[in-house]
C-alpha cells in the first residue's frame, strides 16, 4: 500500500498570531538520543508554565510510537503528546502529532497523518516521502498555537543523525520551517553525556547550530556540584549556557510511557499472596499502558516475558496485549511455546485475558485478506474463544463509556482497533453499552475473556472487581487517574527546583 502525498508547499511557516492576537512563544526540546526523557520533560514543563496562568499546548511533528492515544474528535496521536495535553488542562487534539509511524516490522510502519491513517511505508521510503508531510505539520502548528499563549515543542530520536537530515521534519528540519529555538537534552544516566551532547552539536551545520539556546542535563544520580567540571567543559566547547541539571524522579515510571524502550519492568515478583500476572511481550506489542494500573496495585505481580524466557507456572492469570502486527505476533508467539503454556495455564484452573489484538488471538481464526497488517493471509487462532476475526480497512478510533457485563462496574476507555469479531462467544460479552451494543467475548466457563477496550484498568472499581475475581482481596484504595494528577504536579515542582523556568520562557518568547 502506497501513502498518499499531499501536494508540496514552501518549506517555511509564515509567522502567526496565538491568543489575544499575539506572536506565540515556542520552544522545541530535541535530544542526543532516543529516551533522553524529551516527552517527560516537556509534560513537567507544560504543567508547571500551566501554573503561571499561561495556556500551554504540546507539539511533537514526528512521532514513532505503538502506544497510541484516541482524541474526542476520532483520530490517533502518541500517548506522550497526550499526557502532555493532559499536564496542559486541555483535551489532545491529532494537531498536537500530525506525523505518526506505528511500527509495524522491521522496515516497515503504518502512516497516520493528521489523526487518519494514510497507508504503509517502508523505510526506505519514507526516507523520500517525509518531506511531503511537512505541509501538514507547519498547519497543525498553527492550529496548536491558534489559542496558546506558549508551545511546547518536542523533536524525535537525534538531530546528529545526519544520514537522515534531507527532508527532516522531526528535529532541525522542523524548527528551520517553524522558525524555532531549539534546547538540547542530554541523558547522564546511560552515560557518555559530555560526548553525546559535544557530538550532537558538532554534528550540525553552523545554521542549525545558531538555533541551539542552552542544553539540558536529564537524569543525575548523586551529587549534582560532581558535574560541575563537566558543565564548565560542554559550555566552555559549545558556548552554549546550562539550564540545569535534572535529578533523576522515579515517580515519573508512574506516567504512560511512549515507547517499548520504556517498558517498566516486573513488578512485585516476591511479593508474598500476590495476585500474579503474566504477560508476553510481542515484537509488536501495542498501547501497553493497558498495564500501568496494574503495576500500580502493592497486592498485584505483574511478570513480563520477553522473548527466549519461559513462562512463570504459577500464574494468576495471563494477559495477552495488544499488537500492531497481531498475525505475525501470534507466530512470534507460537514458535516461543507459549500457546502450550497457555493451555497448561487453563488446565491448572488459571484464566486468560485478551485486549484488542490479544483477544485477536484467543479466537479460532484471523484473516487480514487485504494486507493491512502485513502480508495478505490468515493464520488459526489460538481457538481459546469461539470467535473469528477479519481485518477490514475501517479503523475503529472512539472514546467510550460501557459496563463490565459480569459485575456492573463502570468502563471509560477506548476503541483503537482494525477488525471484526464474530462468532458464539459473543453471546457472553464482556461489555455492554447504554445502547445495547456489546464488546468482548467469554467463554463458556469464564476462565477465558477478551475485548477491544483499552485503558479498562484505569478504573478504579473495576480494577479492584477484575482482581478480586481472581482472588479474594480488599480494595487497596489506588486512585490511579489521582496518581497521575499528583505525579505531574510533582514533576512540575521538580523541575521548577532544577531548571531555569524564566530563562527558558524567555527564549520561547524571543523566537
Known sequence: MHVGCPDPSPLRSPPFRGRGGKRVAAVMFQGT?????????????????????????????????????????????????????????????VHMNPVLLKPQSETGAQVVIQ???????????????????????????????????????????????????????????FAEAADLPVILIGDIDRGGVIASILGTVQLLDEGERRRLKGYVINKLRGDARLFD?????????????????????????????????????????????????????FSRIANFDDLDPLLDEPDVAVVKVPSGCARPGDADLVILPGSKA???????????????????????????????????????????????????????????????TEMTGDKALVEVQARHADSGTELRGYEMHIGRTQGPDRARPFARFADGRTDGAVSADGRVAGCYLHGIFANDAFRHSFLAALRDRHASGLSYEAEIEAVLDGLARHLGRHLDLDRILEIARAR
Request: glycine share 16%; net charge positive; charged share 20%.
Open 33 to 93: 538520543g532516543s529516551d533522553v526523557g524529551k516527552s517527560l520533560i516537556v509534560a513537567g514543563l507544560a504543567r508547571a508554565f500551566r501554573g503561571r496562568g499561561l495556556a500551554v499546548r504540546p507539539f511533537k511533528p514526528q512521532n514513532m510510537s505503538n502506544n497510541a492515544a484516541v482524541t474526542a474528535d476520532g483520530g490517533e496521536i502518541g500517548r506522550a503528546q497526550a499526557l502532555q495535553a493532559r499536564a496542559c488542562g486541555v483535551a489532545p487534539s
Open 115 to 173: 489523526g487518519k491513517v494514510r497507508g504503509n511505508a517502508k523505510a526506505a521510503a519514507w526516507q523520500s516521502l517525509k518531506a511531503s508531510f511537512l505541509p501538514p505539520a507547519l498547519e497543525s502548528f498553527r492550529t496548536v498555537g491558534a489559542d496558546a499563549d506558549l508551545v511546547l515543542v518536542e523533536g524525535a530520536g537525534s538531530p546528529a543523525e545526519a544520514n537522515l537530515r534531507a527532508g527532516d521534519i522531526a528535529n532541525m528540519g
Open 229 to 281: 567540571a563537566g558543565l564548565a567543559i560542554i559550555t566552555g566547547r559549545t558556548n552554549l549556557p546550562s539550564l540545569g541539571v535534572v535529578p533523576f524522579f522515579p515517580p515519573a515510571g508512574k506516567l504512560p510511557a511512549e515507547d517499548g524502550f520504556s517498558l517498566a519492568p516486573s513488578r512485585g515478583e516476591g511479593a508474598v499472596g500476590a495476585i500474579k500476572i503474566v504477560v508476553p511481550l
Open 326 to 388: 497481531t498475525i505475525a505476533d501470534l507466530a512470534e508467539l507460537r514458535a516461543e511455546g507459549w500457546h502450550i503454556d497457555i493451555v497448561a495455564h487453563l488446565r491448572r484452573g488459571g484464566r486468560v485475558f485478551g485486549i484488542c489484538g490479544g483477544y485477536q488471538m484467543l479466537g479460532r481464526r484471523l484473516e487480514d485478506p487485504l494486507g493491512i497488517e502485513g502480508a495478505a493471509g490468515g493464520a488459526a487462532g489460538l481457538g481459546l474463544l469461539d470467535v473469528a
